[in-house]
């Protein structure tokens, strides 16, 4: 073995390893729930044409490869999801892999939680008191419940663990589901007040998007992001060629749980025109615009000035199928909730459930959370955009005047809005990769403007609600203790994960700081995860506006 190799290697197994020689050992079941797009998605359609594919990744692996460079048309064809069910168009049928491999690596060479486990193995953790509860994260929450039984199934596990082995379960990924556990009704859990506090000892959040994603605005617009404007101009041809920006917006938008992603909390927690909580001091180019517009081309009309979040988040509705928006309006919600007595009536609407803003955390003062996320790699933040000419389109978008669909969306703080009608043609829309401001403050590439986080997730969105909001009663009733530890992303050239003091937004699952901190919550030491900060959070949530 080469020595880099050999090097890399020895790291295998290295938390959990010196950790079980200091005597610690498996205390509490732990269930990991994989993050947007981490769960491989496997073809059960029996169709001719899709017999090919049959129990094969079509997401995941390298077959995924090889189905998007040989049969693009099929492959999107069976990824996407029917538009106004949310579910699997007639014909195709595509479930989730199960079991530890569903998502422990993506690619061979790639890995996700595969160190996470091997760590957790080292403290007698095995399939009898370890579980991936892997899922199709393009279904949105409602569904999943609707046609996998999802939630069902998650708790019946943790029943049984606890009746079992009389020990409540930690669970490591992201927050959804508790309000369904509890919630009475022939379609929720009926699981009552208090089967959080019985069941759940610890609520391990990793980089979890609780504000949501800059990026996945664009995607739903234009099928763009950094990743796509930053290819070179060749790279770039090629893509447009073969993937579309047009194809590539069409496919995120026909996965709705994708759109869980989208920003939360408006211009309180994001910013205004003026002036945003993350600014950086010596700012040229607020945050709070989070699309840019520049001047007129030619006779392309742009909106007037710049949009805010809140403005944002309607001007991208505004241009997107109808189908999407109702899919939006039905089984989301991304304002902010400050009335106690509206809150509790949130936790028996679903479409609170993904938003910590509307709902609050049930009534668990037993229980632990810890917040665990990177910091210190640049990230999307806020963008300039550009407008072309108008195109046909197969599903269009029908109202150039978007109207809230509820009470709750009347606020300028709310995203949610009903479908427009009749607009006869579809506009173009694309990031303005003319724009760049390389020594400016915040630095603009490719007409990205960059801010703070882990390389995918803004920090007021890692940490904010961690931080500050579950401070707040209204939003934390019992009390629940919050625990946030911030890890500074110091990479290692060598190594293209970053190595184990990387704190990028997947690569930090390989992280020795992440390791320890979950193996000791498992292991009934969570006492010793301390509040390490190393960010600003701290400054930038005193300029939200939470009262």
């Given amino acids: 073995m080469a020595p880099t190799a050999q090097w890399l290697a020895s790291r295998d197994f290295k938390v959990g390893t010196e950790l079980a020689e200091k005597g610690y050992n498996a205390e509490f079941p732990v269930i990991m729930v994989p993050g947007i797009v981490s769960t491989g998605l496997e073809s059960w359609s029996t169709s001719e044409e899709a017999r ?3 129990r094969k990744r079509l997401w995941g692996t390298t077959t995924m490869i090889r189905a998007v460079l040989t049969d693009k048309d099929r492959w999107v064809k069976s990824l996407s999801l029917d538009t106004i069910t949310g579910l699997d168009p007639p014909g195709i049928k595509v479930r989730a892999a199960q079991g530890i491999d569903a998502a422990s690596t993506f690619i061979p060479g790639y890995w996700i939680w595969a160190k996470v486990i091997e760590n957790l193995a080292c403290l007698n953790y095995d399939s009898n008191n370890l579980f991936l509860a892997a899922y199709d994260w393009r279904l ?23 009746q079992r082995q009389g020990k409540k379960t930690v669970i490591v990924g ?16 009926n699981g009552g007040p208090k089967w959080v506090d019985e069941h759940i000892e610890a609520f391990i959040n990793v980089a979890g998007t609780m504000f949501g994603v800059a990026k996945a605005m664009t995607a739903f617009l234009s099928g763009e992001m950094k990743d796509t404007v930053e290819i070179n101009p060749a790279g770039s041809y090629v893509l447009e060629r073969y993937f579309s920006r047009k194809e590539r917006a069409s496919l ?5 749980g994708s759109a869980s992603m989208w920003i939360k909390g408006g211009n309180d927690i994001w910013g205004t025109g003026d002036h945003a909580p993350d600014d950086p001091d010596n700012c040229t180019l ?9 001047q007129e081309h030619g006779d392309h009309m742009h909106p007037s000035g710049n949009l805010t979040a809140a403005e944002a988040s309607n001007w991208v509705l505004e241009r997107t199928p109808v189908e999407w928006q109702r899919m939006l309006s039905t089984n989301y919600s991304y304002g902010l909730e400050r009335d106690e007595a509206q809150l509790k009536k949130n936790n028996h609407d679903h479409t609170k459930w993904t938003n910590p803003l509307e709902v609050r955390l049930p009534d668990a003062p037993k229980m632990k959370i810890y917040c665990l996320y990177g910091y210190g790699k640049e990230t999307e933040r806020s963008y300039w955009y550009t407008q072309g000419p108008s195109e046909p389109e197969d599903a269009e978008p029908d109202s150039v005047d978007p109207i809230a669909e509820a009470d709750d969306y009347k606020d300028q703080n709310a995203s949610t809005v009903r479908a427009p009608l009749d607009l006869p043609l579809f506009e173009t829309h694309w ?7 390389e020594s400016g403050f915040p630095k603009i590439k490719n007409g990205v403007k ?6 995918t997730v803004s920090l007021i969105s890692l940490g904010s609600m961690c931080v500050e909001g579950w401070k707040h009663p209204r939003w934390n009733p019992a009390k629940i203790p919050v625990t946030v530890h911030e890890m500074l992303h110091e990479p290692e050239t060598l190594d293209l994960r970053g190595g184990p003091k990387t704190a990028d937004h997947i690569d930090v699952l390989g992280s020795t700081a992440l390791n320890e901190a979950i193996l000791k919550v498992a292991s009934g030491r969570g006492d010793e995860v301390e509040n390490k900060f190393v960010s600003p959070i701290q400054k930038y949530v005193k300029r939200m506006k939470w009262d």
Avoid: C
Wanted: charged share 25%; hydrophobic share 35%.
């Fill in 52 to 54: 090919g594919f049959f």
């Fill in 140 to 162: 949105s929450f409602y569904n999943l419940e609707e046609r996998d039984n999802y939630f069902s199934l998650l708790k019946m596990r943790i029943e049984h663990w606890k």
């Fill in 174 to 189: 992201h927050s959804m589901g508790s309000e369904w556990v509890e919630a009475e009704g022939p379609t929720y859990g």
């Fill in 252 to 256: 995120f938008r026909s996965w709705a």
């Fill in 286 to 294: 607020s945050h709070g615009r989070f699309f840019s517009f520049q």
């Fill in 431 to 437: 990031i303005d990769t003319s724009v760049n401001l």
């Fill in 450 to 455: 960059m801010g703070e986080g882990d390389g």
